[in-house]
């Protein structure tokens, strides 16, 4: 364990200096990021590696046929039991004398901020700017099937958590490894959460830290005219600091009140735009079930349209990724299964609901540029996307999109984007806080080394263009994924215990509403 | 049939006149139970960091001692050394909603709760405590001035 302590730190400090050093001396830049990018290389082909002969990510496979196997393990309990989770979160079910404790509803709220960002306003406009409306369709399908991985991972997250002696709970894929793999007499549950926990590390520092400081700035010197990262950097890292450092509650309290707000706002936009459009909702619809079966001309034809939608949903949702079973581990349930039931509703909400309502008003404010003679649609110069009005891509796409029906949306989104990657960054922060104390023990010195690590890398997020960087980190992420899906095919046979005990004593009337 | 008065405190001496009422019509009824209770207000419904949440199960017992040792315990004490027959509740949850199902569950014949303090813009928005148990409890409220 010391000498891996050694390396890990090593890691860290390799990190550090890095952009660091590329910021002092820009001279170093490129051959620095060369370095880095010579270094993780091979981790980051290997990860977003295709099928052979496709375009086709492995891991994206890999998330979906996840997805898919635990839909038809558990006999669609997406479906079966959707009604039961609304009441769920509604509060039909909690014992009146629990009150004050982490409600079902707090537990959604709080893991749905840490999804529902960037992947929903910019990563939906990529998959629809190269697949086509098509791609909203798989996108939808990958949203449904993702919703059993959540609720595998996150029933389990509860039901292995720990809970300490001064009432505090640490959970998350680690500790279902460990404790899950040696329950069942199974090898390699600590190796699985030790791996598990170093790329949740990484992953929390990479894309829920530095990737959503750079988009933040992005966004903010899009507004006001381009000025350094650095400042954004500090500014964000000295708010971050106040809130997770110095235990400033009002700030993450206001961004947790202003984010929801924010999605209900984006949505009900988005909305107002479909019906302002409603003559061509059924035509919107139409593209999207034609697309995806025949691509309508998009690069790639139809598989190009699943990859995309596939992998967007995969991205944005990050059903099987692990991290949701760390936010929804706090709840205080005597049911390990409701939480389970909570969860699924998280990509229904992140991935069927958001991102298709993005996707729709890209589709129906008509920004892809359509053939009038062939009735397909157009690839742009490089032939590598679909044509777009003002050549837009990404989150400028979107902002078109919604533009073009309220000239004053861009900035709305260019608010909700920076506000979204804040309250990503300060759940990131607690998943990454998790993994580092599952290594290195509790213990507010431990805790407070990884705090303050994760502040410098959102000045270094904020301030650098670290591609190379970046591309680890999201690899990083899809790499807990790895681990993760790996563990719960060993453990999903004991959430279905779990599912088949609670279904039978909601059927007898054991379990029941309570009055209120 | 034992009378059971239910007597909602609010951590202020608007709770002391509301004992004192509660004591005078205890005794003018003869065989009667009183029932001290504490609302900590809090909702299911609101937006709580992760690690607030993690942190959430400590926070409810910190807030269930307080209210008990500060406010009901120190009531209960009184009233029993007075010759009354007493108990304290303390829970989370909405003050008008949960004072009147802790009444209801308890078999309670009345509520009494003194005058709320004036709460701003929140109270005008959306009406005190006091206000929504006087509109919507189901058994009769007195509010002591």
């Known amino acids: 364990m010391t000498m891996f302590k050694h390396l890990w730190l090593a890691a860290i400090a390799a990190l550090l200096a890095a952009p660091a050093m590329a ?17 993780t290389g091979p981790f980051v082909s290997f990860i977003f590696a295709p099928f052979p002969g496709t375009g086709f990510p492995w891991i994206v496979g890999w998330l979906v046929v996840a997805a898919t196997v635990f839909t038809l393990y558990f006999a669609f309990v997406q479906l079966r039991f959707f009604g039961h989770a609304i009441s769920l979160v509604k509060g039909d079910y909690s014992d009146p004398n629990d009150a004050g404790e982490v409600s079902h509803f707090q537990a959604l709220a709080t893991a749905l901020s840490g999804t529902v960002g960037l992947g929903n306003i910019a990563g939906v406009a990529v998959a629809v700017g190269i697949g086509g409306p098509g791609a909203t369709f798989w996108m939808i399908v990958a949203g449904l099937l993702g919703m059993a991985s959540k609720f595998t991972e996150c029933t389990l997250g509860v039901k292995y958590r720990n809970e300490y002696e001064d009432g505090t709970v640490s959970g998350g894929p680690m500790y279902y490894m460990s404790k899950g793999f040696d329950e069942l007499g199974l090898p390699g549950g600590k190796i699985l959460a030790v791996l598990f926990s170093i790329f949740c590390i990484l992953g929390a520092l990479g894309g829920g830290n530095m990737f959503q400081a750079n988009q933040a700035h992005q966004q903010i010197a899009g507004i006001t005219g381009d000025y350094p990262g650095w400042i954004t950097g500090l500014v964000f890292a000295g708010i971050v600091f106040a809130v997770i450092v110095g235990g400033l509650k009002s700030i993450a309290r206001v961004t947790e009140k202003v984010v929801p707000f924010m999605g209900v706002m984006y949505v009900a936009a988005a909305l ?8 061509q909702i059924g035509w919107a619809f139409g593209q999207i079930f034609a697309g995806a079966f025949t691509g309508l001309g ?3 034809g139809m598989v190009g349209a699943l990859i995309q939608g596939f992998r967007r949903a995969a991205f944005s949702n990050e059903a099987g990724v692990g991290s949701a079973a760390i936010a929804h581990s706090a709840v205080r349930t005597k049911e390990p299964i ?3 039931f909570v969860s699924l509703l998280e990509p229904f909400i992140d991935t069927v609901v958001i991102c298709t309502m993005t996707a729709l008003v890209i589709i129906i404010t008509q920004q892809l540029i359509v053939d009038p003679e062939t009735g397909k649609y157009m690839l742009n110069e490089a032939g590598n996307a679909i044509a777009t009005v003002d050549g837009n891509s990404g989150v400028s796409l979107t902002s078109a999109a919604f533009g073009s029906a309220f000239n004053w949306f861009p900035y709305v989104l260019a608010i909700a984007v920076v506000l979204f990657a804040f309250s990503t960054m300060i759940s990131w922060s607690y998943y990454g806080l998790k993994a580092w104390t599952y290594l290195f023990g509790e213990g507010h010195t431990k805790e407070l080394v990884f705090k303050v690590i994760f502040c410098i890398f959102v000045v270094i997020g904020a301030a650098a263009n670290l591609g190379p960087v970046i591309d680890f980190s999201d690899a990083a992420i899809f790499a807990m994924a790895v681990v993760n ?27 029941r509403k309570f009055e209120h | 049939m034992t009378t059971k008065i239910v007597i909602g405190l609010d951590g202020t001496e608007t709770g002391e006149r509301a004992i004192a009422f509660a004591k005078d019509l205890a005794s003018r009824i ?6 001290v209770v504490y609302v900590i207000e809090w909702s299911p419904f609101t937006f709580q960091t992760p690690e607030e949440n993690a942190l959430r199960h400590k926070r409810r017992e910190e807030e269930v001692e307080l209210a008990t040792n500060r406010i009901v315990t120190p009531a209960v004490e009184a009233l029993t050394a007075d010759g009354y027959t007493v108990h304290g509740i ?3 949850g909405d003050v008008a909603e949960t004072l009147n199902a802790i009444t209801v569950e308890n078999g309670g014949t009345q509520i009494i709760v003194g005058r709320a303090s004036a709460d701003g813009f929140k109270k005008r928005l959306f009406g005190s405590s006091t206000q929504n148990l006087v509109m919507h409890a189901d058994v009769p409220v007195t509010v002591v001035n």
Request: aromatic share 8%; charged share 25%; hydrophobic share 50%.
């Open chain 1, 23 to 39: 910021q002092e001396a820009p001279g170093l830049d490129d051959k620095i990021n060369q370095a880095f990018a010579d270094f």
């Open chain 1, 272 to 279: 107002v735009i479909i019906i302002m459009n409603a003559d």
């Open chain 1, 298 to 300: 998009v690069a790639g």
């Open chain 1, 338 to 340: 409701t939480e389970g």
């Open chain 1, 485 to 511: 899906v790996f563990a719960l095919y060993f453990l999903m046979k004991v959430v279905r215990e779990e599912l088949a005990s609670y279904a039978s004593r909601l059927k007898s009337g054991e379990i």
């Open chain 2, 30 to 35: 003869g065989t009667c139970e009183l029932l």
């Open chain 2, 90 to 92: 303390v829970r989370h």
